[in-house]
């Protein structure tokens, strides 16, 4: 948005009387589908200052980075972090399956897939906003390459439950996967444990401007996430056996 908002000032600066238009803008009263993005592109093709074949390019340009914007519009969190992440995931690694007692006769709903023939799977999920707007997601939401600051917070997390852990985190533009064993979260000096009283064995971890980086040795490509979850686990089990 700061970027189509940075173009469109540049563009107004086409108009004969663009100072006035600035001013009315001011005094713009906008009701959805009616914006003032609207009324700025109508005015620049009316006063034939914008050609068309340029506000394609600029919808194009615009669309592109902010592919997932529309996620950034899920208000309740459940369906942000279970039904949209849960579904994406499958899509990706066809050969997840849902855990059941038939495949693991301990499973409990403690965690989200199974991976046969033994890998147990945690997904948690985040959205990167403005962490100083107090704004909808929508307009809070940030593109990847933002020097704004945020604040991912990856709750609930409980290592001894899986054996692996997947994070998705949605920008406006891109969407990133972290693939990383149980052991070397639980172990992460970003782990902070005891997220609630009295429950045992929880914690959360901080994805922020300031520690994000640390992280970057567990991303992975979306087209390689199914042989990262196998060498996560592989990995898993020869650091538990020699802790």
Not at 193 to 207: C, I, T, W, Y
């Amino acid at each position: 948005m700061e970027k189509l908002r940075k173009q469109l000032d540049s563009l107004i600066d086409r108009l004969s009387r663009s100072e006035e238009f600035r001013a009315k803008l001011n005094d713009l009263k906008s009701v959805y589908p009616f914006s003032e993005y609207e009324y700025i592109i109508s005015h620049l093709l009316a006063a034939k200052k914008l050609a068309l074949e340029e506000y394609y390019e600029l919808r194009n340009d615009y669309i592109d980075r902010n592919l997932y914007l529309y996620l950034f519009e899920i208000s309740a969190p459940r369906d942000f972090d279970e039904v949209w992440a849960h579904g994406h995931l499958k899509q990706l690694v066809f050969a997840l399956q849902r855990p059941s007692k038939k495949l693991d006769k301990k499973y409990s709903g403690q965690y989200d897939f199974f991976l046969p023939p033994s890998v147990r799977i945690e997904v948690k999920a985040s959205r990167a906003v403005d962490f100083e707007l107090d704004e909808p997601l929508y307009i809070k939401a940030l593109a990847s390459d933002s020097n704004r600051p945020f604040d991912m917070n990856f709750q609930q997390i409980k290592p001894a439950c899986c054996d692996v852990f997947v994070w998705l985190a949605a920008w406006r533009d891109t969407i990133k996967y972290w693939v990383i064993p149980s052991y070397e979260v639980e172990n992460s000096s970003f782990y902070s444990k005891g997220q609630h009283r009295g429950n045992v064995g929880e914690g959360q971890l901080h994805l922020n401007r300031e520690t994000i980086a640390k992280f970057d040795k567990y991303l992975c490509k979306s087209t390689a996430l199914e042989v990262a979850i196998k060498r996560a686990f592989a990995k898993e089990k020869k650091l538990r056996r020699r802790a």
